[in-house]
Each structure stands twice: as structure tokens, then as C-alpha cells.
């Protein structure tokens, strides 16, 4: 079946600090992948995809590389910013027209 | 582009009545829907998915005739909960999906049922 793990959390970080969020999935075929992100109290807004292997996606200052040969899609940011403090959810889409997986998500909290 | 509303944003009922949410997709025509529901530090639990014109497919263990859902257009989508309990109490997120990749959700509603 698909699934998608991500590392256990929360993260805690100072402004300015490097950020690495791992996630690692299981699919049939060739999927899309995702990073989410969720403010509290809203819904989720798409912060990167990439579909197909050794895509980099970008947003914000946020990266991820579809890397196929490890089933891996970690998003990397150099510098964060107490405005980046949320959820981050990774996920797939195993296929056209196919419904979305998610990890369990990860709070990420930066402080001042 | 590509935003996705929800009404409302919050609701508070008492128990064993009904709640109806809607979702909207303002800019886009979407071919199909997803309603998915959120329980606190949790992930996203997948409800059922709607097309327009056709009765939704809801997941295992979800109760269909508690948890009603109309693609009434190729804009909007309507999740009613009826009978409500306290069980009930969550927080509901729609999305919407013009093709085939993307997926476009909406700010979520919060369902407290008293």
C-alpha cells in the first residue's frame, strides 16, 4: 500500500537555524509529492510539490528533492523565521486522479 | 488563484441536531471534492471524496447517513452532519481538485457539538 512517514517531532528551533524535516513513503507507480503546511487554526496550504525524480520544489525559501533511489522527499530550509512555526505535512499522490496520503505531520516551533 | 472557502468557520449546536458546512471553490471548477477531518496534533483523516453529479465515496468506517455530502456543482460541495454528538466534535477541512494533481483546501470549519 502507499504511506508516508515523517520524523517524530516537535521541533523546536532558535531564529535563523537550519531546518531538515524528513520524510520518507511507500507507493505503487511513480507518485507526486507534497509538502502541506498548516498555520493554527487554518487548513492546509500547498507549500511544494515535485513530480518526478531528482525535481527540486521551491517556496518561501523552503526545499524538497524527489529523490527516488531512497523513497525520500526532506524539506530543507536555511534560515527559518519565527513566522515559519506550524505543521508540515508530507504527502503523495500515488497516480492521476488517485486521493492523497499524508504523514502524520510534524509542529515545527521557532523561538526569537 | 485557486482558493477554496469554507462557511462557516466555526459552529456550535446542541446535540442530535444537524449541521450542514459548505465548500466552495471560487476561481476554479473543481471535478471533484474531498472532505477530511482533523482531530487536535493529528493528521488529516480522509472522509470521503465527491464528484459532481454522483453520489460520494466515503472511506471505511465512515458512517454515510450521518455524514451527508451534495457536489450540487462543479463550486460547491456540502458536508451535513446530522444528529450531532459531542463525538462529533472536530474540525472538518474540504478540498478541491481542478484536474488531476493538485489539491486546494479550504481554511477548515471548527464543529463543537454541545
Known amino acids: 500500500g502507499n504511506s508516508v512517514t515523517q520524523m517524530e517531532g516537535p521541533v523546536t528551533l532558535s531564529e535563523e537555524a537550519f531546518l531538515t524535516i524528513n520524510c520518507t513513503y511507500t507507493a505503487t507507480g511513480y507518485p507526486s509529492l507534497f509538502w502541506y503546511v498548516q498555520y493554527p487554526g487554518e487548513g492546509l496550504q500547498l507549500l511544494l510539490k515535485a513530480t518526478k525524480a531528482d525535481d527540486k520544489g521551491s517556496n518561501k525559501g523552503f526545499e524538497a528533492t524527489y529523490r527516488k533511489e531512497t523513497t525520500s522527499f526532506h524539506l530543507e530550509k536555511g534560515s527559518v523565521q519565527v513566522s515559519d512555526s506550524a505543521v508540515y505535512f508530507c504527502?503523495?499522490?500515488?497516480?492521476?486522479?488517485?486521493?492523497?496520503?499524508f504523514g502524520k505531520g510534524i509542529t515545527l516551533s521557532v523561538r526569537p | 488563484g485557486a482558493v477554496v472557502s469554507q462557511h462557516p468557520s466555526w459552529v456550535i449546536c446542541k446535540s442530535g441536531t444537524s449541521v450542514k458546512i459548505e465548500c466552495r471553490s471560487l476561481?476554479?471548477?473543481?471535478?471533484?471534492m474531498f472532505w477530511y477531518r482533523q482531530f487536535p496534533k493529528q493528521s488529516l483523516m480522509l472522509m470521503a471524496t465527491?464528484?459532481?453529479?454522483?453520489?460520494?465515496?466515503?472511506e471505511q468506517g465512515v458512517e454515510k447517513d450521518k455524514f451527508l455530502i451534495n457536489h450540487a456543482s462543479l463550486t460547491l460541495s456540502t458536508l451535513t452532519v446530522t444528529s450531532a454528538h459531542p463525538e462529533d466534535s472536530s474540525f472538518y477541512i474540504c478540498?478541491?481538485?481542478?484536474?488531476?494533481?493538485?489539491?486546494?483546501f479550504g481554511p477548515g470549519t471548527r464543529l463543537t457539538v454541545t
Open positions: 478540498s478541491a481538485r481542478p484536474g488531476s494533481d493538485e489539491q486546494y
Open positions: 504527502a503523495i499522490l500515488p497516480g492521476a486522479n488517485s486521493k492523497l496520503t
Open positions: 476561481d476554479f471548477q473543481a471535478t471533484t
Open positions: 465527491s464528484n459532481e453529479g454522483s453520489k460520494a465515496t466515503y
